[in-house]
């Protein structure tokens, strides 16, 4: 063994475990600065179930995730539920996709490659919020980046216990996320494609992905006649190009205030790189001939293959129903990542300080986005809105605007006060039924608090602010990150002493 060359074999171990560690400080950061939002405090409100509740939610149409709750579940009875708590555990399984990433991209881009994408995986601001997010999506990036490595192990090594390692995980998967499944054909093209290479493995892989079909059983039972029924799923519908759009800026910027044509470019620019510039390294120093060398292309392909195909597949879903948004699609952040860095190994090869330049862009970009997500409150503050209320203390009745806001409110301010949902109005309801709907809800409270949230949902003409402006005297209102709260109170004489009435 050559002297020092210990050292250079755990010198990419070293710098990996730098990468987690800093993926971990990143994501704890300020965990618990952002409120909890509606669908965390619904993911919370499943978990408190006991598992006797849970467990037929994974036949119960309709229903997304019930392997998470119930992971949740046992997570929270040993740590509890607060906002800490729960997130920390999406905090490990976003810190744990670094390692499971760069394991990944070293097939594809050698360890210079997957070590570049391991740091902007563990520096992403989009990766980081949903390492802050008490939801499914850091887990559902784990296991499904984690599925696509072992399938590609067990695809060259063609062992039992790797074949059915990969069947738990994607079957899994599928229990955490109903979209988990949008990887699977990138899955069985890899194999189509490349099956000389994996010839093989035929036979093991045949009957893994018969054995698949099983866990899907109980899904396709609803998911299927959804799919081809009048069902509505609140989702509007993008194009594919507005859907491609919407994931590079997610994926790029994430919670920037605005998006910014610089960023994106340099972005672009790198991603545009890693699909038609990069080749590995070793098919240029081996100056193998242009026949072989287009073989050095394969990864990019592949690649490029693993970045589209699931978002094509959501597509045709969505011509259907409508159901796509970002981060359902979180499984394809790796390939993101990947296609940057050959991008940057691209361009590095080209002209060393350029690319050194790109990658150090990106990372200011990255930690630039990161530190607003951490100081800036973007998610609907009730946290802060509870504490207004609580403080005040007058009201004797809350109305909610939109219902799926009381969920979380009372999780922030559990005193069990009478409370109404305002009206839906979206539907076609005016005026006049506003009117009869407001007057039996409010009928004998005195001071009524009204809290808003993503009013366009539930009454985008403002028909019930418009009702209390009109039939109550506004006592006090507090505002905050996407949630409203008044005070209104429906006694006479305010009303008419604020109207200048003796």
């Given at each position: 063994m050559k002297p020092g060359s210990s050292g250079a074999i755990h010198a990419p171990r070293l710098i990996l475990l730098s990468l987690v560690l800093l993926a971990f400080g990143l994501r704890l950061y300020h965990l618990d600065y952002q409120s909890l939002w509606r669908d965390e405090v619904d993911a919370i409100f499943f978990a408190r179930s006991d598992l006797r509740g849970l467990v037929p939610?994974?036949?119960v149409p309709g229903h997304n995730g019930p392997l998470y709750y119930v992971i949740l579940h046992c997570w929270t009875r040993l740590t509890g539920d607060s906002e800490f708590s729960v997130r920390f555990l999406s905090l490990?399984?976003?810190?744990?996709a670094v390692p499971v990433t760069y394991l990944l991209g070293r097939r594809w881009l050698g360890n210079i490659g997957a070590l570049v994408a391991a740091l902007l995986g563990a520096t992403s601001p989009y990766l980081i919020w949903y390492g802050q997010e008490g939801k499914m999506y850091a887990l559902l990036l784990l296991m499904s980046t984690l599925s696509t490595y072992v399938y590609l192990v067990a695809l060259e090594r063609n062992r039992v216990y790797l074949w059915a390692s990969y069947i738990l995980l994607v079957a899994a998967s599928m229990y955490v996320h109903l979209l988990a499944v949008a990887i699977l054909p990138f899955h069985f093209l890899v194999f189509v494609?490349?099956?000389?290479?994996?010839?093989?493995?035929w036979k093991g892989?045949?009957?893994t992905f018969a054995v698949l079909a099983l866990p899907y059983l109980p899904l396709a039972r609803w998911e299927i006649p959804l799919l081809i029924g009048p069902f509505a799923t609140g989702h509007q519908f993008y194009s594919f190009r507005e859907m491609l759009a919407s994931l590079l800026f997610a994926f790029s910027l994430n919670a920037a205030p605005s998006r910014s044509i610089l960023p994106i470019a340099l972005f672009v620019f790198?991603?545009?790189?890693?699909l038609f510039l990069y080749v590995r390294p070793r098919d240029l120093r081996e100056h193998r001939p242009v026949k072989r060398l287009l073989r050095g292309h394969e990864e990019s392909i592949i690649l490029g293959t693993y970045a589209f195909l699931p978002v094509v597949c959501l597509f045709l879903v969505s011509l259907g129903m409508p159901v796509f948004t970002d981060r359902y699609l979180i499984t394809v952040v790796p390939p993101f990542l990947f296609l940057l860095a050959c991008g940057v190994v691209a361009v590095r090869l080209r002209s060393s300080a350029l690319g050194i330049a790109c990658l150090g862009l990106v990372l200011v970009s990255n930690l630039y986005v990161v530190a607003l997500q951490g100081h800036t409150k973007i998610k609907s503050d009730f946290r802060s809105a509870a504490q207004y209320v609580e403080?005040?203390?007058r009201g004797d009745l809350m109305v909610f605007l939109i219902p799926q806001g009381r969920p979380v409110f009372d999780y922030y301010h559990e005193d069990h006060s009478a409370w109404a949902d305002a009206p839906y109005t979206n539907g076609g309801m005016g005026p006049v039924g506003v009117a009869r709907a407001m007057e039996e809800v409010t009928e004998g409270h005195q001071n009524v608090w009204f809290i808003v949230t993503?009013?366009?949902?539930?009454?985008?003409?403002g028909l019930v602010q418009e009702w209390f402006e009109s039939n109550g005297a506004l006592l006090g209102k507090g505002s905050f990150a996407r949630v409203d709260v008044y005070l209104y109170s429906l006694a006479a004489e305010e009303i008419g002493t604020e109207r200048g009435v003796s």
């Open positions: 939610l994974f036949v490990v399984c976003s810190a744990l494609v490349v099956w000389p290479r994996y010839r093989g493995a892989w045949l009957a790198l991603l545009l790189a890693g403080e005040d203390g993503e009013a366009e949902l539930w009454d985008s003409r």
